[in-house]
């Protein structure tokens, strides 16, 4: 390596450096503008806030808002945006001996277990989320995403052909009780925000129903 490309001695490799200034800077106000968001959107309903009033009760300009998020739907979504890769990540990191029914089942429990330890801050914006059609049909585009990245894992686990049957039925079956379990959870939830019942008991017992069928492969 060329002395003027090789990094000054003491450098941390550039994946252990910290965050910059500018880094930091630019996360506590996507932060600041995401809390801002929803604690408007639970208090007044998502159809009546504006991205304005988002901006104003934030203190920065409507520009500014547009910086780091394409519409006030992607608020909410940046919500979802890492339990597709938090199943997936799950799901690689299961022993390659495991049954289909439970790598699945722990894949499905791991944001569900997320929910469960802070309801009080995602309880609202599940609700919010599946009573609002513009938030719902975008829950829906990520979850057929979800379902793409789940089959492809599954097919390699299991040496299966991706573009077989089974892979893209198992990790529907896998995100329908996962979809099933968050919508009893905000209905059950009770009226003080703390969770009426256990999504992880709830996803447990989905799976208990669909165990036969997912590990039925190769049978």
């Known amino acids: 390596m060329p002395a003027s490309d090789a990094p000054a001695s003491g450098d941390p490799a550039p994946a252990l450096r910290a965050p910059t200034l500018a880094q930091r800077k630019r996360q506590l ?5 995401t809390e801002t968001a929803l604690q408007l959107f639970a208090h007044k309903g998502f159809e009546a806030v ?50 289909p029914s439970a790598a699945l089942l722990h894949a499905a429990s791991v944001p569900l277990a997320a929910c ?19 938030l719902l049909a975008r829950f829906l585009e990520h979850e057929a995403g979800w379902r793409e990245e789940l089959a492809g894992e599954l097919a390699a686990r299991l ?22 379990v968050l919508c009893r959870w905000s209905e059950d939830a009770g009226s003080g925000g703390g969770g009426g019942v256990d999504p992880l008991a709830l996803i ?8 036969p069928a997912l590990d039925a492969v190769g049978k």
């Open 29 to 33: 106000v996507a932060t600041e503008l």
């Open 50 to 99: 504006t991205v304005d009033e988002v901006a104003t009760a934030a203190g920065v300009s409507k520009r500014t808002f547009f910086r780091y998020f394409a519409s006030k739907e992607d608020v909410v979504v940046q919500f979802l945006a890492g339990m597709g890769a938090d199943m997936r990540t799950a799901l690689a990191a299961r022993p390659a001996g495991e049954r």
């Open 116 to 134: 469960g330890d802070h309801p009080e801050q995602t309880l609202p914006v599940v609700r919010l989320i599946l009573g609002t059609p513009a």
């Open 159 to 180: 040496g299966l052909d991706p573009a077989g049957l089974y892979p893209p039925l198992a990790a529907g079956m896998a995100l329908t009780a996962f979809e099933t």
């Open 204 to 211: 447990a017992e989905a799976f208990g129903v669909l165990a």
